[in-house]
């Protein structure tokens, strides 16, 4: 099947005069997870993982991704042609180096312009005009090849009430066009769709796991545009966005809007998430910005703080009774890991406000848990038994808030002194970074090795960054702050600041044998203030027993005990009143002083 479709693809490329092809993971939007119509690289590759590149050329197929799904890849393409190409950073575009080295000079890249944004458009001119190599926009390149491609997404449209977002939709687009005074600019043109679901108060389910709609958004002094299809809005929404001055317009209008604009107009974009076909289309002048909508949504106001902790006192309800079926299926029966995970999602069902998944749960027994990104098939995935290693990363959306929480436990037997080793050293890690407190506005690089000294006095580490932003109902990898490996990413060079939601995941892997992962939502606040500045600490929000069978005691300190010990009383006294008797007696058991 891959096969054919590469060998499409390749007659398309020569009838077009084209000696490569690069697909992205991504839509017009620059997001991370898409709607199925955007899956190409998928299409043609066979790889599902969320993040990678396929390139194209007569005589090779190559797929560049991050270490957090080699694993994934080679199960996955075993049987294609596609080659593995190993990138030593995440999202970084090591690809486009090696793409023109290996091409002629004049050669040709077919691109969709559509999938890729300014930026990204800027960085692969900077190589290729070094050789005259020319890049042409082919939007229309899988027309004939994609036969039965999935529409767009036309769901129902609904508004997020106040009392989950805190804020209206008048408040955000003053702020917004607060900003467009200030610049002496004419237009904010927004494209990222968690920004937009935030500034319009709105949510859909165009993507899998994300509450996102699909639309551009215009905001102007005084009248602002909402390009996305009418029918999706009911009578009163659209009647209560005319009253702020918001013309509701259809998706693809933007392609006749955008030109029509003067050529004396500034419009203020982010060069990050504005794709080069809407770029091309403008002839007004633009001013490249960090969106600001991007800054303001990940400080969290009361209303959102307070879901939130709502959510996260719902998801320790669901994951309790959860871990207790488990434990007691396992004394009848296996169980396979596609089971769990659907289980695990029947409890969370339960909770009020629940909406879905925040992601694919990620239940690897064993060996399966090394493979970062794993997903259980829903067949011939492994049976769990009652002794090994279980790892669990899941998450939920519910209207007041996103969850995301990743637990490993011990089912049975003895566990290793290299297991042992790896899992405290994790819990070590987290706990140092948990309890650090530094100047507000320190970055995600700055201080992501916290969460990793105690793995490297053991010669261990994980190959990721050690946490993300987290919305609310909204994208549960959410920019841009966090814990990264490399200075360069975005991750790595935001500030922190207080009141945002960030998680704290630092891992540890050994391919075919067992993964470990230690993950946590905390809030950043302000703990101090001195002559120095303003220093942040942060709060675990998270509320779910850590497992202390794998912990090899010998190895904490008094204080990390004292952590664990804390961090387990309040666990009990948060999620007991929501327990019956016989789950209240389990829970106190798992969270025993140790």
């Known amino acids: 099947m891959i096969a054919e479709r590469l060998q499409a693809l390749r007659n398309y490329m020569a009838s077009k005069n084209l000696d490569a092809f690069i697909i992205p993971s991504t839509d017009p939007h620059q997001s991370e997870y898409v709607a199925d119509y955007w899956k190409l690289r998928e299409y043609f590759s066979g790889f599902t993982g969320s993040a990678g590149t396929l390139i194209v050329t007569q005589n090779i197929a ?52 559509r999938q890729f944004s300014k930026s990204q458009i800027d960085y692969i001119l900077s ?103 009418t029918q999706r809005f ?24 955008l030109p029509g604009l003067s050529r004396q107009q500034k419009i203020i974009t982010d060069a990050a998430s504005l794709n080069y076909a809407c770029f091309e289309a403008v002839e007004g002048q633009f001013m490249f910005q960090n969106s600001l909508v991007k800054e303001l949504k990940a400080i ?65 027994y064993k060996g399966n848990g090394a493979i970062i990104h794993y997903t259980a098939p829903e067949v011939n995935s492994s049976m769990v038994h009652k002794e090994g290693i279980l790892l669990i990363d899941s998450g939920a959306q519910y209207k007041d808030g996103t969850t995301d929480i990743t637990r490993t436990i011990w089912l049975g037997g003895i566990p290793s002194t290299k297991i042992k080793t790896a899992y405290t050293g994790v819990l070590k890690g987290y706990i140092e970074l948990e309890q650090l407190q530094f100047p507000q506005g320190t970055t995600g690089a700055q201080i992501d090795a916290f969460a990793r000294v105690h793995l490297w006095k053991n010669g261990l580490n994980f190959p990721h960054g050690t946490g993300h932003g987290i919305g609310s109902f909204g994208m549960v990898h959410e920019p841009a702050q966090g814990f990264a490996i490399g200075p360069t990413t975005v991750r790595g060079t935001t500030p922190h600041l207080a009141n945002q939601l960030t998680t704290i995941e630092p891992g540890c892997y050994v391919p075919h044998q067992f993964g470990i992962r230690t993950e946590n939502i905390v809030l950043s606040k302000v703990v101090n203030e001195t002559d120095f500045g303003t220093f942040l600490g942060f709060e675990a929000l998270t509320l779910c027993y850590i497992d202390t069978q794998l912990l090899a005691v010998e190895m904490l300190t008094a204080s990390e005990i004292g952590w664990i010990n804390q961090y387990h009383k309040l666990v009990v006294e948060k999620l007991s009143p929501f327990l019956n008797t016989e789950e209240n007696k389990w829970l106190q058991q798992k969270c025993k002083a140790i």
């Open 62 to 113: 190559g797929l560049w991704t991050d270490s957090r799904y080699f694993l994934q890849f080679e199960d996955e393409c075993k049987h294609t042609e596609v080659q593995l190409c190993k990138q030593s950073i995440p999202h970084a575009p090591e690809h486009v180096a090696w793409l023109c080295d290996l091409l002629n000079e004049n050669a040709v890249i077919g691109v969709d312009y």
């Open 127 to 229: 190589h290729t005009t070094q050789k005259q190599i020319q890049l042409q926009n082919e939007p229309h390149f899988a027309k004939d090849i994609w036969i039965d491609r999935p529409e767009l997404p036309n769901f129902a449209i609904d508004v997020h009430p106040l009392e989950f977002s805190g804020e209206t939709t008048a408040s955000k687009l003053a702020k917004v066009q607060a900003a467009i005074e200030k610049h002496q600019a004419d237009y904010y043109l927004f494209s990222a769709l968690d920004e937009i679901a935030w500034l319009f108060n709105i949510r859909s389910r165009d993507v899998d796991y994300t509450p996102l709609v699909t639309a551009y958004a215009l905001v102007g002094k005084e009248q602002s545009f909402l390009f996305c299809n």
């Open 234 to 257: 009911s009578e009163s929404s659209i009647a209560a966005f005319k009253q702020l001055n918001i013309t509701i317009t259809e998706y693809d209008a933007i392609a006749t809007l």
């Open 300 to 364: 969290k106001n009361a209303v959102e703080i307070e879901g939130a902790k709502n959510c996260m006192r719902k998801d320790g309800v669901a994951l309790t009774k959860f871990f207790i079926w488990l434990e007691q299926e396992l004394e009848k029966r296996t169980i396979s890991e596609y089971e769990i995970g659907r289980k695990l999602d029947s409890f969370r069902q339960q909770q009020e406000y629940y909406t879905g998944e925040s992601f694919a749960a990620i239940v690897g």
